[in-house]
DNA sequence: ATGAAAGCGCTAACAA
DNA sequence: TTGTTAGCGCTTTCAT
């Protein structure tokens, strides 16, 4: 049986109540010596607080739900992962719940999440409907991550595809393009539109006008983008550069440069956007924008703390910023080798374990 | 606030112990209509149940945790998932804890998850080195799934990695190669050596000697299986195919083939293994075996609940068999197109919402 | 600054 | 078959 708060108080020759104070970090005043005293008294008897029945009593949990549509999915799991690490640093878990796509599934997962007393939810890359309607939350505080409904909800984090949108644009026209392709996501994606106006302001700023025979729509995937850079490339005047709207574009574009004789970078500059691992492992490596994941995941999880903890907060969508990553579909003089495949971190544990076992 | 069990009872003119025995399925004998009116009146109420005043009273958790090492780490989402659909069935969920490859975090998480009751733990692909020692895991049940340490240990659930080499083999064999070379992963991992014996026994039951110089080491990453496919590839009497041993190292050689000039899979068949994105999104595509991960995820949820709810059972690992992925990169007649990108669930579904919005 | 005691919602031993 | 009641471990009000 676990040590609890009662054995650590007879053991104190304190009450209970003395105990909790000391343990909980309450802001009852107490001495400071009896708290110390308490405090290590527990540590060294092997007291750990019981969650659950702290939580039965205070209707509060240290467990915050994430609801997404499927955690395999391209970039949930680094979300996930920022998530995990954000509530690490104050205390709390998650349960992560997948809806597969159905927007029943969420209600349902609300309320077996209520059974744990879970305060706060965090909706992340879910495709629910929630603009529409109508989700029975009670109280509970709710924040989105990397939604993907239509834009300008109040606490939601969301990456900056705009800012993205110009650092591959801008990184086209640095390296003396004119004349520079694109090609669009989907249009269910309001990222898509996203990085269409960055690529037209950035061809604005710099002078170049708007030529709408070089955008095709694609929709996100290899074989969309390899048909819309064949067009593009069938052009009269074709670009000497296409700002593809994701990596999978991007090796679309790539594959059909290749079928028409094309050498990237050298006849065709190609920006892709995510940095999806095929990015580091495509030949040429592919230029192109970090979609922040991670970041928005801690920037979610950190939005929920303070909204569970403080209160109310400023409710503003958060924008988090990508970065560019250089590599070889641009040329850039950055003719650098691959960046692929440094032997991970879990190979070079298992190789210290391996070299530990010998002995 | 939430409907409570009081309050069910006082409606129903019963007492909380007769609501209680209703809606928990308690074997306890009880009148088949009290109980059939109290689930229809809860039901209409609202209610449900409180698993936080469950869980203190019973000691018990509807909850299980996960350690991994990471969870974004390749494999590591799929098992989750596998998991989290297995749990579901059974009413769980689990908490999910990286370990980010330092073991003394273990011992850490289980202390985390102790505090919620938490009976029971999946290890998933931790490096841990539960071997050697002494995690105090006090009276909890726990598994492993796909284990990175040595073999053989009870309740583990891991892949069939001998029956995967030999589907991997014998495919080239059947195409009639009789020159087969291996490239295989660190030593560090024992899949490694798994999917070697797996190649040598293929081999012989085919009647084809076994030649030392047709096996080369790598690491599992793309740059080793670039090199070491050159290798291969400069022999006096180089293979006409290889089995790879895994997706990255197949691009490696797929690269070192084209870089010679060969065409793949007309002068080189290739056979990777995992089953990763990369293998349906290079060119060609790979042929592969696949790492079942989703399956394995479920198999040890499923272990996992046996144990906590029937006590003990077999001790056996239990193997988990992939399939052949039958793609380019090997020929086979099989010159179809690419099997890549059909528009994921996640768009289908995005666009009905946004038919649906414009109505 | 500390203690006594109520009670969160539920289950289960015991009683009827 | 149903009811009464103690109590899981903790926090917190109220009293001292």
Redesign the interface.
């Known amino acids: 049986m676990?040590v609890t708060i009662r054995q650590v108080a007879e053991a104190a020759n304190v009450s209970v109540a003395t105990v909790s104070r000391a343990l909980s970090n309450s802001d009852h005043p107490m001495s400071v010596e009896t708290r110390q005293r308490i405090v290590e008294l527990a540590q060294k008897m092997g007291y750990?607080?019981?969650?659950?029945?702290r939580?039965?009593r205070t209707e509060r949990?240290p467990?915050i739900g994430v609801i997404c549509?499927?955690?395999?999915?391209a970039f949930t799991?680094?979300i996930?992962?920022g998530i995990?690490?954000r509530l690490k640093v104050d205390g709390y878990?998650?349960?992560?719940?997948?809806t597969?796509?159905n927007p029943q599934n969420e209600q349902r997962a609300i309320?077996?999440l209520?059974?744990?007393?879970i305060e706060g939810i965090i909706f992340t890359e879910t495709?629910h409907?929630f603009a529409?309607q109508e989700l029975n939350l009670e109280d509970r505080k709710y924040v989105f991550v990397h939604r993907?409904?239509p834009k300008d909800y109040p606490h939601s984090v969301v990456p900056d595809e705009i800012y993205g949108g110009r650092l591959a644009v801008d990184h086209l026209i640095q390296l003396g393009h004119r004349r520079i392709g694109h090609i669009k996501g989907?249009?269910?994606?309001y990222s898509s539109e996203d990085r269409f106006q960055a690529y037209r302001a950035a061809l604005q700023d710099a002078g170049i006008p708007f030529d709408r025979s070089l955008v095709e729509i694609g929709?996100?995937?290899?074989?969309?983008g390899y048909k819309a850079a064949q067009k593009l490339l069938d052009l009269p005047e074709p670009p000497t550069a296409i700002f593809a709207g994701n990596d999978?574009t991007a090796?679309g574009t790539i594959?059909a440069a290749q079928d028409k004789g094309l050498r990237v970078p050298d006849d065709l500059a190609i920006v892709g956007y995510d940095d999806q691992?095929?990015a580091s492992?495509a030949?040429p490596t592919i230029t192109t924008v970090t979609l922040p994941c991670f970041q928005m995941g801690q920037a979610s999880a950190e939005l929920l703390i303070s909204l569970l903890t403080k209160g109310e907060v400023a409710q503003d969508e958060i924008k988090v910023k990508g970065e560019l990553i250089v590599r070889e579909s641009c040329g850039s003089g950055q003719t650098a080798r691959s960046t692929?495949?440094?032997?991970?971190?879990?190979?070079?544990?298992?190789?210290a374990?391996?070299e530990q076992?010998k002995r």
Do not use: M
Request: charged fraction near 20%; glycine fraction near 2%.
């Open positions: 676990a750990h607080p019981n969650q659950v029945a939580s039965l949990s467990i549509d499927d955690i395999t999915s799991t680094a996930v992962r995990q690490d878990f998650c349960i992560v719940i997948n597969d796509w309320q077996d209520a059974g744990h007393s495709t409907q529409n993907l409904f989907s249009p269910a994606y929709n996100y995937d290899v074989e969309n999978l090796l594959y691992q095929i492992l030949r692929i495949s440094k032997p991970s971190s879990r190979l070079d544990r298992l190789e374990i391996r076992q």
